[in-house]
């Protein structure tokens, strides 16, 4: 065997370990690509997701308390899937379209009763948390559309590796075809341990997980569930607390679920109470960066490279 090619070859190898050690390694690196995904589980005809909002924080951030009532934020998330817009990605002309489809503005959450407005300023926020919402581009609905069950959306971005400022993530997303159903974590996940090490996230959000913010009467009327932009702010105020959700009125009483549209019933299948039902999936998953993916490829390579050196080392001699 060529001692000097054997040498080049492990320092080589060496060199390219210790590299991709320090870039997986959260002590060194500060800041990483991650995304969050929802998958919409309902069944054909069943239940569709507003943009599901969320927070990266440090724990003292609480959306909401079950057996309380609901704060004003998880209300307009509830009710007409309003979350605000942390990142600016409204349109310009999103509420001139708004106005045009008959709109009440009267009741129009300012941007400070937003769930994002909230998160912005409170202890978390101004600690570093972030914040952001998966959607859907689409145009034509409400808050960049419905999410539509079999359809995953996904949202990209950048969060420091501190445990001290991100450790646990929040969601909260209005469910679709109700008067204030809604889907959210009383209690933060951690994503994040101690260390700063990323554990994420992927759970199955059940339809008997489906949260009532008791802010709107359950009446399942067709003018006062958003169905249109003209549905909006047009429920009959409740006062009650946050609950889980009891389900919608059975088939041939008149509610969500008996809704057609050009004679197709697109709510059929939108009771989410019904035995073994699945609202969503949720992944908080960390992206690869691109360095050390392609650092694995050419370890792979050199690997290789290696192992056929060594098979014409052997036949030479």
């Known amino acids: 065997m060529n001692s000097h090619k054997y040498r080049n070859l492990k320092a080589t190898l ?20 991650f995304q969050v995904s929802v998958e919409n589980l309902a069944p054909q005809y069943g239940q569709a997701l507003a943009p599901v909002w969320f927070g990266f924080h440090d724990g003292r951030f609480d959306p909401f308390q ?15 899937g309003f979350t605000g817009d942390a990142h600016g990605r409204i349109p310009a002309d999103f509420f001139t379209d708004l106005a045009a489809a008959g709109t009440d503005f009267s009741r129009f959450p300012s941007p400070p009763d937003s769930i994002a407005g909230t998160f912005a300023a409170s202890e978390s926020g101004q600690n570093g948390g972030y914040q952001d919402i998966v959607f ?17 959306l996904t949202t990209r971005f950048n969060v420091d590796l501190d445990a001290n400022r991100n450790r646990f993530f929040s969601y909260a997303g209005m469910v679709g075809w109700s008067n204030d159903a809604f889907i959210g974590n009383d209690n933060a996940i951690e994503v994040f341990d101690a260390q700063g090490n990323f554990i994420g996230a992927d759970f199955v959000v059940l339809g008997n997980q ?5 802010t709107e009467v359950n009446d399942e ?3 006062h569930v958003p ?5 909006l702010f047009t429920g009959i105020a409740e006062t009650n607390v946050v609950r889980r959700h009891s389900g919608l009125r059975p088939p041939g009483t008149g509610g969500i679920v008996d809704f057609q549209f050009n004679g197709e019933g697109i709510t059929a299948n939108a009771d989410f109470t019904a035995p073994g039902y699945q609202i969503a999936r949720i992944k908080v998953t960390r992206v690869p960066e691109a360095g050390t993916t392609t650092g694995l490829l050419a370890l792979g390579g050199l690997l290789l490279l290696g192992r056929s050196w060594r098979r014409k080392q052997s036949i030479e001699c």
């Open 14 to 33: 060496i060199g390219l370990s210790a590299t991709l050690a320090i870039a997986s390694n959260p002590a060194t690196a500060q800041a990483a690509t």
């Open 66 to 80: 079950a057996g309380q009532a609901a704060p004003v934020y998880i209300e307009h998330v509830a009710e007409n």
């Open 136 to 152: 859907s581009n689409r145009r034509g609905d409400p808050y960049f559309a419905a999410h539509i069950p079999g359809e995953t």
């Open 210 to 214: 489906v949260w009532d913010a008791g």
């Open 221 to 223: 009327d067709y003018v």
């Open 227 to 231: 169905f249109a932009a003209r549905n």
